[in-house]
């Protein structure tokens, strides 16, 4: 039976694939670097707490993030990595508290941040009807991607997340090419292709191939992106106005966030209008 689409998807919802930063210990804030940019308005090595991250482990300016030029930080996403391995690989000792465990706790968070998104992938690509005749193939990648995620901060680190990733990958690839198949005629293929400052506006974009595409402040004012392939796709600044993402694939709220909309975007129902649009 398919996915009511109106409904949470079940699998992203067991898994925790949505972020809880009430119950992490500001890893993102800490663990990651940034470099002053558009995105954010200072320097930051990995390892150094931002200068914003209170002792609570909370943002002292999250009301503020985009006035006060961390944008960056409004678009990224952990896929509820951050409390997982605050609770579950570290039992909830926080690095403060317990200073010999920040070097360890930094060094798998960037791992269990891309083993989520993977879960967050294979999830919807199991609630997808037309990728019935692979649900086997994907069940078990979820399950062992899922497992490697209970690894200890040794597994971990050491886990080599560029091959997995790539085993992955390929499945979801071929839940791409099943979803968009029932889109009729010849689609667009723009995987990776430079797009940036694109005139795109009412492009007919259904089903198109857009993996890993640079869409950075491209203009989709009404576009129909209905059953596109986004996954990787790069929208910072891209005008979504009136375009129509029904059924598209792989799509985050993270890429949402980066990307500018209206009260006539159609999004797909799991994902949230994002607030300043």
Not at 125 to 133: D, G, I, K, Q, V
Not at 234 to 253: I, N, V
Request: glycine share 10%; hydrophobic share 40%.
């Amino acid at each position: 039976m398919s996915q009511d689409p109106t409904q949470p998807n079940p699998d992203a919802t067991r898994l925790g694939l949505v972020s809880d930063c009430g119950s992490c210990f500001g890893l993102c804030c800490v663990a990651l670097p940034f470099a002053a940019s558009a995105d954010f308005a200072v320097d930051k090595d990995a390892g150094r707490p931002c200068g914003n991250l209170q002792s609570d482990f909370r943002c002292g300016i999250h009301a503020e993030l985009r006035e006060r030029g961390f944008t960056g930080c409004t678009v990224f996403d952990c896929f509820g990595a951050g409390q997982k391995v605050s609770q579950i690989t570290f039992g909830g000792e926080d690095w403060r508290q317990a200073p010999r465990t920040a070097r360890r706790m930094f060094d798998a968070f960037p791992v269990m941040r891309q083993l989520h998104e993977l879960l967050q992938y294979l999830a919807e690509a199991l609630a997808r009807p037309a990728a019935r005749s692979i649900r086997g193939e994907l069940r078990r990648a979820l399950d062992e991607t899922e497992a490697l995620t209970y690894g200890t901060p040794e597994e971990l680190a050491g886990l080599d997340v560029a091959a997995h990733r790539g085993e992955v990958n390929a499945l979801l690839l071929r839940t791409s090419e099943l979803v968009r198949a029932e889109v009729p005629g010849r689609k667009k293929e723009r995987r990776g292709a430079d797009l940036m400052g694109a005139r795109l506006r009412r492009a007919d974009l259904r089903g198109a191939n857009l993996r890993g595409a640079y869409l950075i402040a491209a203009d989709l004012t009404g576009a129909d992106l209905r059953l596109a392939d986004l996954i990787g796709a790069d929208l910072r600044d891209a005008d979504l106005s009136g375009a129509d993402l029904t059924g598209s694939l792989f799509l985050t709220r993270a890429q949402l966030t980066a990307a500018k909309g209206d009260d006539r975007t159609t999004l797909p129902p799991e994902l949230g209008r994002p607030a300043h649009w």
